[in-house]
C-alpha cells in the first residue's frame, strides 16, 4: 500500500492566460482507491486530462511520474498503452453495437492485421462481463437497450479490456441512482483487491467517505490538501467541504421563514398515459395540494414517476390520454399547452438543463427572457431590449450568476451558474406555482446552498413551490411536507417529525409489497 | 486573484474583438474578391453598367437567401426552391400571355399559390413530421416536373413591359448633365441620404448604450466600419448614377432585407426561430410551439420562391422550365458563407446576404472572364469549402 505508482508534481495548465491549474500536486498509491474532490471547475477534470494526455505534453508544465518513470503522453494511445485509462463523465459508448463490439471498440481482437475475431471478441467479452458481476448479460445485445448504471458497468469492462492498471473516473456515479452506484462502488473496491488502482472524481462526499483511501481536495486550480483514511476510521466530511469551499458551511440547509397560506394548487385524480402506448398508465390517480409559502417535495426512487407527472401537469408536455382535475386558488382550470400553463402562473424547471432548459450557444438574457417574451418583454410582437437588459442584469445581481455580463454565452457557465439562469429564467416569469426538477443535480456544495436560499425566498414570497429530488437528505432538509410517489402513485405523505428517510423508504417498500400481493 | 480576473477580462474583451472582426471579415472578403477581379478584368466588373447587372442577377439570390436563412436557423434547408421559382414563373407567363390576366391580379395570385405550396411542405414537415430534407427533395422533383408540364417543355414569352418593370425596370428617372455625363439624380441622392441614415443609427446606438452605461465599442473601430459601409453603398449609387438610376428590384431587395433583419432581431416570432434552430425541446418547454414555428418557416419560403420566380421571369421577359435551376444551392451557400451554424441556431440577415453577394460577385467576374460555367462551380464549391472550414476552425481555435 505505500508503494506511489502515480506522481503528479507542480502541474500548471493554463488556457490562453487563465490558470486552470496552478502548481498541483498529486500522489497515488498503488492498490488504492484515490478521490478527488473539489467544486465544479476547481480543476479536476482538467487535471485528469493531463493524466490522460488529452492536453498533450507541451501544453501543460510540471511532471507525470508513472511508476518510477518521467511521461510525455501526447494523446490518450500514449496513456493507454502505458494501461492507465479514463472514463469520462459522458459516456463513450454506442447504443446500436453490441456489448461485445463496444467492449473492444478501439482495442479490436485481430487477425491477419485488420480482421476482426469474433469468436474471440465474444469469449474475452464474457470474461471481462464476468469481472464486472454482469456474467448474465448476453455480450451480443445492444448497449442502448442496457440501463444507465449497466451502461456505466460496461464502460469499466472497456477498461478491464485493456488490461487497465490505473483507472480513472470521471464522476462515475452522477447518472446513477442509489441501488446503481452502490453496485458501481461494489465493484471498485472489488477491483482494488485485484490490485487495480482507481482515481475517482466526486461530488457525492458520502460515496467517497465510503470507498476512499486517500482525499486530495482541489480548490481554483490549487491543491489544498490530501486527506488520508488512517485504520479505517471514518473520514471528516465536513473537513472535505471546508476545503471545497474554502470556507465552513454550518447549515447545509438555510433557515426559511416563509408563512404557509391557503391552498394555491391542487390536483385531483391525475391519470396520464405513456406518450408511445396510450394503454400503458404511467401516474395513476395522483391527488396533492400545495399551499402558498409552502416548500413540498416529491421523494422517491427514479423511474418513480416523478418527472412525468411534473411534465404533464406543465402543459401536457409528457404523455397522452391525460385526465384529471387541475384547481388553481380554488377555481378548475385547463392547461391543454405550455403557453397556457405560463399564462396560468406555473412554472417547470426541467431535470436536464442542458437538454431541456437552455439554449446553450446563446447569451444569458437571451435564455432569461425566452419564456416570458410574450407577456413582459415585447409589445405587438417586438421586443424591448432595453428591458430586457436590465431584468436579466438585476437578476443576475439577485441571485448572484457569476459571469462577466448578461451577454455572456451559458455555454462557458459552469453548471451551478447555468442551474441559476433556468432558475431566473422562470422567475422572470413570475409564477404562484413553480416545480423545480432536481434543481441541484450536477452542482457543487456551495452553489447547492445558493440554490436553497433561492427556493427559500420563493417560498417566502409567497410562491408555491414543488422538489422533485433523487438526494433524500437534500429533500427532507428543505421541504415542509413531502409525498411519495411509487410506481406512479402517491405512496404517502409525510411531515413534521415523521419525515426521515427510513420513513421514505419504509413507504416505499409497503407500497410496492401491496401492489406485488395484489397483482 | 485579481490579476486573474484580470486576465479572464483581457481575454474577453479579445474575443469580443475576434467576434467583431469576424463580422466585417465577411464584408473584407467581399470587397477584397471584388478587387481582384477588377484587376483580373481591368476594372470591367466596376462599370456602371456591370454594376447594375450585379445588383439585378443577384436580386433572386437575395431574395431566396432570406429565407433559406430561417430553414437554416433551425438546422434545416429547403431544396425545392429552385423548382417552386421555375413553377411560379411558368404559372405568372400563362396567366398573363395565355389567359390575358391583369398584370397585379397575376402577381397577387401568384404569390398566393406560392404561399399555398409552403404551407404544403410545411403540412408534411410540421403535421406528419417528415424531414425537411426529404419532404424538400420530394417538393424539388415534384414542381420542376409541373413546370415543365405547364409549359409544355417550351419557352413561354415575351412578358409585356409591364410585367417585367419589377426584374428589369427602373424607379422614376431624372437625369442631369454633369460635365458631359448624364447622372441620374434619384440614385445619387438616395446613396447620399442612406449615408446620412447610417451615420444617425450610430450615434443613435452609441448614445443609447451611454445612457444604458454599457461599454461602448472602440471609436476608431466604429469610424473605420462607417468608412466601409458607406463607402461601398456611395459606390453603388454613384455608378447606378452613371447607368439608368435605381433598379426596381433594389427597392424590393432592401425592403425585404430591411424586414427580415428586423424580424430576425427585434421580433418574438425572429426569436422563437432562433430558439427552435437552437434547442428544440427547450424551446417546447418555454411555452414556444415548435412544430408552428417550422410550419411558418416553410410557407415564408414558398411565398419568397414565388416573388424570385416572378422577379425571374421579369428579369429574362420570359418563363422556362430550366429557370431557377440550382438556385436552391446558391441560397444555402449564402447562408453558409455568410457564417450561419449548420446546427441551426446562429446566422445573421447581414451575413446571408454577404455570403449572397460573394457569390454574386464570383459569378459575375467569372462571366466576364470567359470561364466556363463548369469551372465556375468549381470555384464556387471551393470558395463554400474554405469559407465553412475556416469558420469552423476559427470556432474551434476559440474554444480551445
Same mark, same amino acid.
Given at each position: 500500500?505505500?508503494?506511489?505508482?502515480?506522481?503528479?508534481?507542480?502541474?500548471?495548465?493554463?488556457?490562453?492566460?487563465?490558470?486552470?491549474?496552478?502548481?498541483?500536486?498529486?500522489?497515488?498509491?498503488?492498490?488504492?482507491?484515490?478521490?478527488?474532490?473539489?467544486?465544479?471547475?476547481?480543476?479536476?477534470?482538467?487535471?485528469?486530462?493531463?493524466?490522460?494526455?488529452?492536453?498533450?505534453?507541451?501544453?501543460?508544465?510540471?511532471?507525470?511520474?508513472?511508476?518510477?518513470?518521467?511521461?510525455?503522453?501526447?494523446?490518450?494511445?500514449?496513456?493507454?498503452?502505458?494501461?492507465?485509462?479514463?472514463?469520462?463523465?459522458?459516456?463513450?459508448?454506442?447504443?446500436?453495437?453490441?456489448?461485445?463490439?463496444?467492449?473492444?471498440?478501439?482495442?479490436?481482437?485481430?487477425?491477419?492485421?485488420?480482421?476482426?475475431?469474433?469468436?474471440?471478441?465474444?469469449?474475452?467479452?464474457?470474461?471481462?462481463?464476468?469481472?464486472?458481476?454482469?456474467?448474465?448479460?448476453?455480450?451480443?445485445?445492444?448497449?442502448?437497450?442496457?440501463?444507465?448504471?449497466?451502461?456505466?458497468?460496461?464502460?469499466?469492462?472497456?477498461?478491464?479490456?485493456?488490461?487497465?492498471?490505473?483507472?480513472?473516473?470521471?464522476?462515475?456515479?452522477?447518472?446513477?441512482?442509489?441501488?446503481?452506484?452502490?453496485?458501481?462502488?461494489?465493484?471498485?473496491?472489488?477491483?482494488?483487491?485485484?490490485?487495480?488502482?482507481?482515481?475517482?472524481?466526486?461530488?457525492?462526499?458520502?460515496?467517497?467517505?465510503?470507498?476512499?483511501?486517500?482525499?486530495?481536495?482541489?480548490?481554483?486550480?490549487?491543491?489544498?490538501?490530501?486527506?488520508?483514511?488512517?485504520?479505517?476510521?471514518?473520514?471528516?466530511?465536513?473537513?472535505?467541504?471546508?476545503?471545497?469551499?474554502?470556507?465552513?458551511?454550518?447549515?447545509?440547509?438555510?433557515?426559511?421563514?416563509?408563512?404557509?397560506?391557503?391552498?394555491?394548487?391542487?390536483?385531483?385524480?391525475?391519470?396520464?398515459?405513456?406518450?408511445?402506448?396510450?394503454?400503458?398508465?404511467?401516474?395513476?390517480?395522483?391527488?396533492?395540494?400545495?399551499?402558498?409559502?409552502?416548500?413540498?417535495?416529491?421523494?422517491?426512487?427514479?423511474?418513480?414517476?416523478?418527472?412525468?407527472?411534473?411534465?404533464?401537469?406543465?402543459?401536457?408536455?409528457?404523455?397522452?390520454?391525460?385526465?384529471?382535475?387541475?384547481?388553481?386558488?380554488?377555481?378548475?382550470?385547463?392547461?391543454?399547452?405550455?403557453?397556457?400553463?405560463?399564462?396560468?402562473?406555473?412554472?417547470?424547471?426541467?431535470?436536464?438543463?442542458?437538454?431541456?432548459?437552455?439554449?446553450?450557444?446563446?447569451?444569458?438574457?437571451?435564455?432569461?427572457?425566452?419564456?416570458?417574451?410574450?407577456?413582459?418583454?415585447?409589445?405587438?410582437?417586438?421586443?424591448?431590449?432595453?428591458?430586457?437588459?436590465?431584468?436579466?442584469?438585476?437578476?443576475?445581481?439577485?441571485?448572484?450568476?457569476?459571469?462577466?455580463?448578461?451577454?455572456?454565452?451559458?455555454?462557458?457557465?459552469?453548471?451551478?451558474?447555468?442551474?441559476?439562469?433556468?432558475?431566473?429564467?422562470?422567475?422572470?416569469?413570475?409564477?404562484?406555482?413553480?416545480?423545480?426538477?432536481?434543481?441541484?443535480?450536477?452542482?457543487?456544495?456551495?452553489?447547492?446552498?445558493?440554490?436553497?436560499?433561492?427556493?427559500?425566498?420563493?417560498?417566502?414570497?409567497?410562491?408555491?413551490?414543488?422538489?422533485?429530488?433523487?438526494?433524500?437528505?437534500?429533500?427532507?432538509?428543505?421541504?415542509?411536507?413531502?409525498?411519495?410517489?411509487?410506481?406512479?402513485?402517491?405512496?404517502?405523505?409525510?411531515?413534521?417529525?415523521?419525515?426521515?428517510?427510513?420513513?421514505?423508504?419504509?413507504?416505499?417498500?409497503?407500497?410496492?409489497?401491496?401492489?406485488?400481493?395484489?397483482? | 486573484?485579481?490579476?486573474?480576473?484580470?486576465?479572464?477580462?483581457?481575454?474577453?474583451?479579445?474575443?469580443?474583438?475576434?467576434?467583431?472582426?469576424?463580422?466585417?471579415?465577411?464584408?473584407?472578403?467581399?470587397?477584397?474578391?471584388?478587387?481582384?477581379?477588377?484587376?483580373?478584368?481591368?476594372?470591367?466588373?466596376?462599370?456602371?453598367?456591370?454594376?447594375?447587372?450585379?445588383?439585378?442577377?443577384?436580386?433572386? +439570390?437575395? &431574395?431566396?437567401?432570406?429565407?433559406?436563412?430561417?430553414?437554416? %436557423? $433551425?438546422?434545416? /434547408?429547403? @431544396? #425545392?426552391?429552385?423548382?417552386?421559382?421555375?413553377?411560379?414563373?411558368?404559372?405568372?407567363?400563362?396567366?398573363?400571355?395565355?389567359?390575358?390576366?391583369?398584370?397585379?391580379?397575376?402577381?397577387?395570385?401568384?404569390?398566393?399559390?406560392?404561399?399555398?405550396?409552403?404551407?404544403?411542405?410545411?403540412?408534411?414537415?410540421?403535421?406528419?413530421?417528415?424531414?425537411?430534407?426529404?419532404?424538400?427533395?420530394?417538393?424539388?422533383?415534384?414542381?420542376?416536373?409541373?413546370?415543365?408540364?405547364?409549359?409544355?417543355?417550351?419557352?413561354?414569352?415575351?412578358?409585356?413591359?409591364?410585367?417585367?418593370?419589377?426584374?428589369?425596370?427602373?424607379?422614376?428617372?431624372?437625369? +442631369?448633365? &454633369?460635365?458631359?455625363?448624364?447622372?441620374?439624380?434619384?440614385? %445619387? $441622392?438616395?446613396? /447620399?441620404? @442612406? #449615408?446620412?441614415?447610417?451615420?444617425?443609427?450610430?450615434?443613435?446606438?452609441?448614445?443609447?448604450?451611454?445612457?444604458?452605461?454599457?461599454?461602448?465599442?472602440?471609436?476608431?473601430?466604429?469610424?473605420?466600419?462607417?468608412?466601409?459601409?458607406?463607402?461601398?453603398?456611395?459606390?453603388?449609387?454613384?455608378?447606378?448614377?452613371?447607368?439608368?438610376?435605381?433598379?426596381?428590384?433594389?427597392?424590393?431587395?432592401?425592403?425585404?432585407?430591411?424586414?427580415?433583419?428586423?424580424?430576425?432581431?427585434?421580433?418574438?416570432?425572429?426569436?422563437?426561430?432562433?430558439?427552435?434552430?437552437?434547442?428544440?425541446?427547450?424551446?417546447?418547454?418555454?411555452?414556444?410551439?415548435?412544430?408552428?414555428?417550422?410550419?411558418?418557416?416553410?410557407?415564408?419560403?414558398? %411565398?419568397?420562391?414565388?416573388?424570385?420566380?416572378?422577379?425571374?421571369?421579369?428579369?429574362?421577359?420570359?418563363?422556362?422550365?430550366?429557370?431557377?435551376?440550382?438556385?436552391?444551392?446558391?441560397?444555402?451557400?449564402?447562408?453558409?458563407?455568410?457564417?450561419?451554424?449548420?446546427?441551426?441556431?446562429?446566422?445573421?440577415?447581414?451575413?446571408?446576404?454577404?455570403?449572397?453577394?460573394?457569390?454574386?460577385?464570383?459569378?459575375?467576374?467569372?462571366?466576364?472572364?470567359?470561364?466556363?460555367?463548369?469551372?465556375?462551380?468549381?470555384?464556387?464549391?471551393?470558395?463554400?469549402?474554405?469559407?465553412?472550414?475556416?469558420?469552423?476552425?476559427?470556432?474551434?481555435?476559440?474554444?480551445?
Amino acid at each position: 500500500m505505500s508503494e506511489t505508482i502515480l506522481e503528479m508534481r507542480h502541474i500548471t495548465k493554463d488556457f490562453s492566460g487563465v490558470k486552470a491549474l496552478d502548481d498541483v500536486n498529486l500522489i497515488v498509491k498503488k492498490g488504492e482507491i484515490h478521490a478527488l474532490c473539489g467544486e465544479n471547475g476547481a480543476g479536476k477534470s482538467t487535471l485528469m486530462n493531463v493524466l490522460s494526455g488529452v492536453y498533450p505534453y507541451g501544453s501543460y508544465s510540471g511532471d507525470i511520474v508513472y511508476k518510477g518513470e518521467t511521461c510525455q503522453f501526447h494523446d490518450i494511445k500514449e496513456s493507454e498503452h502505458k494501461k492507465i485509462v479514463i472514463i469520462h463523465q459522458e459516456l463513450a459508448l454506442i447504443p446500436r453495437l453490441t456489448i461485445a463490439e463496444n467492449i473492444f471498440i478501439g482495442n479490436e481482437n485481430t487477425v491477419m492485421g485488420n480482421v476482426i475475431d469474433w469468436d474471440l471478441t465474444q469469449r474475452k467479452a464474457m470474461e471481462v462481463l464476468k469481472i464486472i458481476g454482469l456474467e448474465h448479460e448476453n455480450v451480443n445485445q445492444f448497449v442502448g437497450d442496457l440501463g444507465v448504471g449497466k451502461q456505466q458497468l460496461i464502460e469499466i469492462a472497456k477498461a478491464i479490456a485493456k488490461d487497465v492498471e490505473l483507472l480513472i473516473l470521471d464522476e462515475p456515479t452522477s447518472a446513477l441512482n442509489d441501488e446503481e452506484s452502490n453496485i458501481l462502488l461494489e465493484l471498485l473496491l472489488d477491483l482494488k483487491k485485484q490490485g487495480i488502482t482507481s482515481i475517482m472524481i466526486s461530488h457525492k462526499l458520502n460515496e467517497v467517505s465510503r470507498v476512499a483511501d486517500n482525499i486530495t481536495v482541489i480548490r481554483d486550480g490549487h491543491t489544498i490538501e490530501t486527506i488520508e483514511r488512517n485504520n479505517n476510521e471514518e473520514i471528516d466530511e465536513n473537513r472535505i467541504i471546508k476545503g471545497m469551499v474554502g470556507r465552513e458551511i454550518t447549515n447545509l440547509y438555510p433557515q426559511r421563514n416563509a408563512k404557509v397560506g391557503d391552498v394555491v394548487f391542487e390536483v385531483k385524480d391525475w391519470n396520464v398515459c405513456d406518450p408511445e402506448d396510450a394503454g400503458k398508465k404511467i401516474i395513476k390517480n395522483v391527488s396533492f395540494k400545495v399551499r402558498k409559502g409552502e416548500v413540498v417535495g416529491f421523494a422517491g426512487l427514479m423511474g418513480a414517476g416523478r418527472t412525468e407527472l411534473a411534465m404533464s401537469l406543465f402543459g401536457r408536455a409528457y404523455g397522452s390520454n391525460i385526465s384529471g382535475h387541475i384547481y388553481k386558488n380554488g377555481k378548475e382550470i385547463s392547461i391543454p399547452d405550455v403557453q397556457t400553463a405560463i399564462d396560468q402562473k406555473i412554472a417547470y424547471v426541467p431535470e436536464d438543463r442542458k437538454t431541456y432548459g437552455l439554449v446553450l450557444i446563446n447569451d444569458i438574457k437571451w435564455n432569461m427572457t425566452l419564456a416570458s417574451l410574450n407577456d413582459r418583454f415585447s409589445d405587438r410582437q417586438v421586443i424591448n431590449q432595453d428591458k430586457e437588459i436590465h431584468q436579466a442584469e438585476d437578476y443576475r445581481s439577485r441571485i448572484n450568476i457569476k459571469a462577466s455580463s448578461v451577454n455572456q454565452k451559458v455555454e462557458s457557465l459552469s453548471g451551478g451558474n447555468q442551474q441559476k439562469v433556468v432558475l431566473a429564467k422562470w422567475m422572470l416569469s413570475e409564477p404562484d406555482v413553480l416545480i423545480l426538477d432536481e434543481p441541484t443535480r450536477g452542482i457543487d456544495v456551495g452553489a447547492k446552498y445558493e440554490i436553497y436560499t433561492i427556493i427559500n425566498s420563493l417560498a417566502e414570497a409567497g410562491k408555491a413551490v414543488i422538489v422533485i429530488s433523487s438526494e433524500m437528505p437534500e429533500l427532507l432538509g428543505i421541504s415542509d411536507r413531502a409525498y411519495v410517489i411509487n410506481e406512479g402513485e402517491i405512496a404517502g405523505e409525510i411531515s413534521g417529525d415523521n419525515m426521515g428517510q427510513e420513513q421514505i423508504m419504509k413507504i416505499i417498500m409497503d407500497h410496492s409489497a401491496k401492489r406485488g400481493s395484489l397483482q | 486573484m485579481s490579476n486573474a480576473a484580470a486576465n479572464v477580462s483581457n481575454e474577453k474583451q479579445m474575443k469580443e474583438h475576434i467576434q467583431q472582426l469576424k463580422q466585417y471579415g465577411m464584408i473584407i472578403a467581399l470587397v477584397l474578391i471584388y478587387a481582384i477581379f477588377a484587376f483580373l478584368t481591368d476594372f470591367k466588373n466596376a462599370a456602371p453598367m456591370n454594376v447594375n447587372n450585379l445588383i439585378m442577377q443577384n436580386s433572386y +439570390v437575395v &431574395i431566396l437567401a432570406l429565407g433559406m436563412l430561417l430553414c437554416c %436557423l $433551425t438546422g434545416n /434547408v429547403d @431544396l #425545392s426552391v429552385g423548382s417552386v421559382v421555375a413553377f411560379c414563373g411558368a404559372i405568372a407567363a400563362i396567366m398573363v400571355i395565355d389567359y390575358h390576366i391583369a398584370i397585379p391580379i397575376t402577381f397577387i395570385v401568384v404569390l398566393f399559390i406560392g404561399v399555398i405550396i409552403g404551407m404544403w411542405q410545411g403540412f408534411f414537415i410540421s403535421v406528419l413530421g417528415v424531414s425537411p430534407f426529404i419532404a424538400s427533395l420530394a417538393n424539388m422533383l415534384i414542381f420542376r416536373g409541373l413546370a415543365m408540364v405547364a409549359l409544355n417543355g417550351q419557352t413561354k414569352g415575351p412578358l409585356p413591359a409591364d410585367f417585367t418593370i419589377v426584374g428589369a425596370g427602373y424607379l422614376p428617372q431624372i437625369f +442631369v448633365n &454633369i460635365g458631359g455625363m448624364k447622372i441620374e439624380m434619384l440614385a %445619387l $441622392t438616395a446613396g /447620399v441620404l @442612406l #449615408s446620412i441614415v447610417i451615420i444617425m443609427m450610430e450615434i443613435r446606438s452609441r448614445q443609447n448604450k451611454k445612457k444604458q452605461g454599457f461599454a461602448l465599442p472602440a471609436l476608431p473601430m466604429t469610424i473605420f466600419k462607417l468608412v466601409v459601409i458607406i463607402g461601398i453603398v456611395n459606390f453603388f449609387s454613384i455608378k447606378l448614377a452613371m447607368y439608368m438610376g435605381l433598379p426596381m428590384v433594389l427597392l424590393i431587395m432592401l425592403a425585404l432585407i430591411l424586414i427580415y433583419a428586423f424580424v430576425t432581431t427585434r421580433t418574438v416570432p425572429g426569436r422563437q426561430i432562433y430558439a427552435v434552430g437552437g434547442n428544440r425541446k427547450a424551446a417546447a418547454l418555454s411555452g414556444i410551439k415548435t412544430d408552428r414555428v417550422m410550419f411558418w418557416i416553410y410557407t415564408n419560403m414558398g %411565398l419568397l420562391a414565388a416573388l424570385a420566380g416572378i422577379v425571374l421571369s421579369a428579369r429574362n421577359a420570359s418563363a422556362t422550365p430550366k429557370a431557377g435551376d440550382m438556385f436552391e444551392m446558391d441560397a444555402i451557400a449564402a447562408c453558409y458563407i455568410g457564417g450561419t451554424a449548420v446546427a441551426g441556431g446562429s446566422g445573421t440577415v447581414t451575413g446571408a446576404i454577404v455570403g449572397a453577394f460573394i457569390m454574386g460577385v464570383l459569378n459575375n467576374g467569372m462571366s466576364l472572364l470567359g470561364w466556363s460555367v463548369d469551372v465556375q462551380r468549381v470555384v464556387k464549391g471551393m470558395v463554400l469549402l474554405v469559407a465553412v472550414a475556416a469558420d469552423l476552425y476559427f470556432k474551434k481555435k476559440k474554444s480551445a
